[in-house]
């Protein structure tokens, strides 16, 4: 059962950031995160929800960026499980929360990854996921002046954690943002 419905999620998510590409990004990791869940059997809506709120206070509070989110969310009413996964996501960047459960480890894994690959398909000439393939993703990894803010060790080991490939993860993840590409912003191809 989902800790917060959809909308009010929308709701709060929309309180505390105005700008568009961190709406997209948080309908990506929600899918990303919803895909996951159903993959492990696990809670899709909430991890759904997790994923859709865990950057919640990152324009309104950059510096207290996965602290501020906390008071907010207590504040809502959410478990300390849910709170805890969102603040795991910046293990080692801006909290010493580790990603510990399945839900932590694969937002840890997920979150810096589905914004790199939606902006290697915004490069490519069909703007889609659709041709997208793994290894055109890792030659833009290893162009450390593409995405330069990426920071891919926690994609390499983010996958490490989740005890599976980079390329897996890499894959899994496409296949997961292809059902909502052009809601954040890119082409499907007929």
């Known amino acids: 059962m989902a800790s917060i419905e959809r909308e009010k999620a929308i709701e709060l998510f929309k309180k505390y ?6 709406f997209k990004h948080a309908l990506s990791v929600e899918a990303v995160m ?6 492990y059997n696990e809670d899709a809506e909430e991890w759904a929800m997790v994923g859709f709120l865990h950057d919640m206070d990152y324009e309104m509070f950059p510096n207290e960026h996965c602290i501020k989110v906390k008071e ?3 504040g809502e009413g959410l478990p300390e499980s849910f709170i805890r ?11 010493d929360i580790e990603p510990i459960t399945n839900m932590e480890k694969t937002l840890y894994a997920v979150d810096e990854l589905a914004g790199f690959i939606l902006a290697c398909a915004l490069v490519r000439p069909s703007k889609s996921l659709d041709d997208m393939e793994v290894k055109s993703v890792k030659k833009k990894l290893k162009d450390k002046a ?10 390499n080991n983010g996958a490490e954690r989740l005890n599976i490939s980079l390329d897996e993860l890499i894959k899994e993840t496409i296949e997961a943002l292809k059902p909502i590409q052009e809601s954040i ?3 499907k191809i007929s």
């Open 17 to 22: 950031n105005k700008e568009p590409s961190l």
């Open 146 to 155: 593409f995405a330069a803010k990426v920071d891919r060790s926690i994609i």
């Open 185 to 187: 912003g890119l082409q």
């Open 72 to 74: 907010i969310l207590e």
């Open 85 to 95: 996964a969102i603040q795991s996501h910046g293990f080692g960047i801006c909290t």
């Open 34 to 39: 919803r895909y996951f869940a159903n993959k």
